[in-house]
Structure formats: C-alpha cells, structure tokens
C-alpha cells in the first residue's frame, strides 16, 4: 500500500484504533510515529487522570517545531479531581505559547464537554472561569468553539460581542442545560490584550473592535445616554452553524445581527434580545424581539426552536414576502408552536377547520407553503399542541412534495387530532421516516401510512397498533428499522418472528436495564 494512502487511511482513525494500528508491527508503528500531521488533534477524556499530562505532553512530541495542535477536545469525567482541569489547561497553554507556530496552524477548533460534576457547582464554575481564559487565549485563531455545561449559561454580554471576540469563528456551540446558573464572563485581562474583529462587515459606521457602545453590552449601557443615533447593523459572513441550549445573553441595543452564511441554527430555552426602544431611553428591552435578523438567511438548511425567545412579528417578512427560506431542509419545532399560527392565519385557515368529507381541497390557500418552504425534508413536532400541529400537517401536507421524514412523537391522537392525521398521511408524499411513538396510533392511522418508501418507522408506546395492518407496510420488505416496543396486542411468537423475517433491524421488547430499574422502583414504591 502506497504511504501517503496509509496515512489518509490512518488519519480517519479515532485514537484507540490508532494506537492499535500501532501494535500491528514496526513499520506501522514508525509510520504513525513520525507523521506530525496525525497528531494535531487531541482528545482529552480517559478516566485515569494521572496519565491526562503524559499523554498531552507526549502528543505535542510528536509534533514538528514549527506545527501547532489543530484541534483539543477536553471530556471531563466525574472522578476527575476539582484541579485536574486547570492544571491541564495551564500546562497546554504554555506549550502551545512557546511554539513558534505559523499563523495557519494555529489551534482551530476547541470543544470542552462536561455532562456532570461530582464537586458542586462552585468548583464547576472555577472550571468554566479556566476554560473561557484559555478560549480567549487563542480567540484570534479558533474556526469553532463548542462548550457544554451541566447548568444554564448565563453571558453577560451580547451575541454580537461575543462573535466580536472571536473574529474568524465558523461554528458556535454553547449547551447548557437546567439547573444553577453558570456565569459566562471574560477573562480579567481581556480588555488590555483586545484582537480587532476584522471579518465583521458593517452596514454603517461603527468600532469594529466592538469596543463602542454598541456593542460592548451592559457594562456601558449608561454612557451616552443622550445618544439617539440610530443603531447599526452588523453582519457576520463566516458564521454557519449557530448551537445554543439552555442559554440567555444580555439585551442588545443595536439591530438584530445579520448571519447571511448561516447554514444550522439551533436555540433550545434561549434568550438573545435587542432593544426596540425607539426614543433616547436605552434601558428599555422588549425580549419578544431576536437579537438575530432572521429575515435574511438564504443559506438556511437546518431550523430547531423549543422553548426559545425569538420573536415571531420579525419572521412575518419572510412568509408575506414570498421569499421564504429557499435552502430550508430540516425543522424541528417544541414546546411553543413557532410560526405554525402565523403560517394558518395567513394561508386564511379558520380555528375551526376540519378535513373535507371528499378529500379534495377546493380552493387555494391564501399562502402557498410550497413558495416559502420550498426545499423541506424533514418536519419534528415535539411538545406542542396537539391539534394546532396536525392541522398545520393537514393544510399543508399535500404542498410538502419533497418531505422524507416526519416526526410527531409524543403528540396525542384522539377523536379529535386523528381525522387530521389520517386525512394528512394520505396527501403527504409517500415518506421514508415516520415516527409515531407515543401518539397513541389506532390501526386506522396505520392504515394510512403510503408503504412504497418508508425505511423507518417507530411506533412505541402506541397500545392500539394491531398486526394486520402493520403487516402490510412490512410486507414489501423496504423497512429497515421497526420499533414496536409497547405493542401489546403484537405479541404473539408468530406475529415477530414473521416481522423479524421482514425486517432489518426489529426493536420489540423494553431494554432489560430499563425494566429492571422500572422493577426496582416499583417495588420501593410498594
């Protein structure tokens, strides 16, 4: 095998297959040793925390004088001591300083993930006080920046400001989640050693070290309170995947922010807000209004909001336009309705709305979903009412021609909520990915369900689920993935086993883990 294709090959590896490439023989582990290019990326997560510094230490000797770590991924674990965290970084940081690296090998990507924490959440925020520092550290450089916390991050300062810091950043991703809060802050020494945005593109004039009122947040929310100059808007270019949970930035007073490059944008219990003050009171904040112009994201291809402030009258623009959001492919709504009311208010559907008895739609909808969604694929519902999401389903289903997945998990059909169902899953294209569970699905939703292209299909916790009408979407044999787990009336040793024949992957029965800690409980309750 050619050498420079071993390399490649070797270079898709994750670490402990490497290392097991190495043990393969002498060649092979020369071969690895000696190639720097496959040691600039470093993932930091084992739970023996003694050996955490020999092995950074030995990764960076693997690297050439004047190469640099491309990508750290630090996974803390919770034996981990309450210093093991700040000791790495501190000794990462100064290694990474006394490399005379050049500038295009500097660290790019840096992502910290802490799912839990076995010391408290005062030792939890010195740990993320140590991780910001070191962020800032190499802010001039990092393409991406992913931080996950076990609590809900609080940043006292404005999504423009923060983008502002980091001026070539590509993708953002901060994930908290409930629980205490976590302060997101600057380092002290920040402001004395401040790198220019200079990626940032302005509408006006306007600091673009973002040192100006404008963007520098709340701590000079104060000065110039006298100043009615109207706000500018500023725009970032590079930015294409925008990830925030469990997150809340402090009010800006500028216009919502222009991402025209944005590709992915996920806010899960979010607060990004701008001023709407029109008049010289600048401490007036309306948090329905985003702090993100998201009439202007032609680029758009994946949309989740649940539980997010985003302000719905500043996306009324794009759906009475026309112009949509032409790239859009993947939406994930939950918790509130997001733009579904808007969207049947303007295609002129009635509250009381219901399937016509014929099936024929006899007159065009005021609002055409195809114009504005033109390129959709996938539809998640979670967590919302359940008629107001069947009826946006049923409107609007036979526009939805290029949908493949659809996902209504945990939405509760009745008498009510399933005429729409049923009347939606017959003028829907025929899908490949339908999940169902925890719908309560009776056979005759089932029933409606087109077989010609369905591969996955999930319908656990749904009690009514009869054989025979499930047989018929098994029996051309495309399914791939079948969940049944709850079935109770699919029980027979029969009724599986000729599933099982037709299936690729069969899901029947309740993880034993699962039913045993269910056991365990039951029986303490008792």
């Known amino acids: 095998m050619p050498f420079e294709i071993f390399i490649d090959i070797v270079s898709l590896l994750d670490t402990p297959t490497r290392v097991r490439c190495m043990g393969v023989c002498s060649s092979w582990r020369q071969a690895i040793l000696n190639t720097p290019r496959l040691w600039n990326n470093l993932s930091l997560n084992a739970y023996n925390h003694q050996k955490l510094l020999t092995k950074a230490k030995y990764w960076l000797d693997r690297l050439e004088p004047d190469q640099q770590l491309h990508t750290l991924n630090i ?46 959440i005062g030792v939890t925020r010195k740990t993320f006080a140590d991780v910001i520092a070191f962020a800032y550290s190499h802010r001039a450089n990092l393409f991406n920046l992913e931080l996950q916390l076990p609590g809900f991050i609080t940043c006292w300062m404005t999504l423009p400001t923060l983008l502002a810091d980091f001026p070539l950043l590509n993708g953002l991703k901060l994930q908290g989640s409930r629980g205490q809060h976590i302060t997101f802050k600057k380092p002290e020494d920040f402001s004395r050693n401040r790198v220019p945005s200079s990626t940032a593109t302005h509408s006006g004039s306007g600091s673009p070290d973002g040192n100006s009122p404008s963007t520098s947040g709340h701590s000079q929310s104060n000065s110039n309170s006298l100043d009615v100059s109207p706000p500018v808007q ?232 009869t054989f025979w009408p499930l047989s018929s979407l098994v029996a051309p044999k495309n399914l791939h993935f079948l969940d049944i787990r709850g079935c109770h009336l699919i029980s027979t040793r029969e009724m599986l086993e000729w599933l099982a024949r037709r299936v690729t992957s069969f899901v029947w029965q309740e993880d034993q883990d699962y039913l045993a800690r269910r056991a365990t409980r039951r029986l303490f309750l008792d």
């Open 75 to 120: 996974s803390p674990s919770p034996i981990w001591p309450p210093s093991t965290v700040r000791n790495l970084l501190t000794f990462l940081a100064d290694k990474l300083a006394t490399r005379k690296a050049a500038p295009n090998t500097c660290l790019r990507s840096f992502s910290f993930h802490q799912a839990g924490t076995s010391h408290g």
């Open 234 to 465: 500023k725009v970032w270019d590079q930015l294409e995947t925008l990830f925030i949970h469990c997150t809340s930035f402090m009010p800006s007073e500028e216009l919502p922010l222009g991402l025209p490059s944005l590709r992915s944008l996920s806010l899960i219990t979010t607060v990004i807000t701008a001023s709407t003050s029109g008049s010289g009171v600048r401490d007036i904040f309306d948090l329905g209004v985003p702090g993100i112009d998201f009439t202007h994201l032609s680029k758009l291809e994946n949309l989740e909001f649940s539980g997010a402030s985003i302000g719905e009258e500043q996306w009324e623009p794009v759906w009475r336009t026309g112009g949509g959001l032409p790239r859009l492919k993947r939406v994930r709504f939950g918790v509130q309705p997001h733009f579904i009311p808007a969207l049947l208010e303007l295609a002129n559907i009635s509250p009381d709305w219901s399937p016509p008895q014929d099936e024929v739609i006899h007159e065009p909808l005021r609002t055409e979903i195809a114009a504005v969604l033109p390129e959709l694929e996938l539809i998640s519902l979670s967590s919302l009412d359940s008629r107001i999401s069947y009826k946006f389903v049923a409107v609007f289903g036979h526009q939805f021609t290029k949908l493949e997945s659809l996902s209504v998990a945990g939405l509760q059909l009745d008498s009510d909520t399933e005429p729409l169902m049923v009347y939606a899953l017959r003028h829907l294209p025929a899908l490949v990915n339908l999940n169902l569970g925890s719908t309560n699905a009776s056979p005759g939703v089932i029933e409606a369900i087109k077989p010609g292209r369905l591969e996955y299909l999930k319908l656990a916790n749904c009690p009514r689920v």
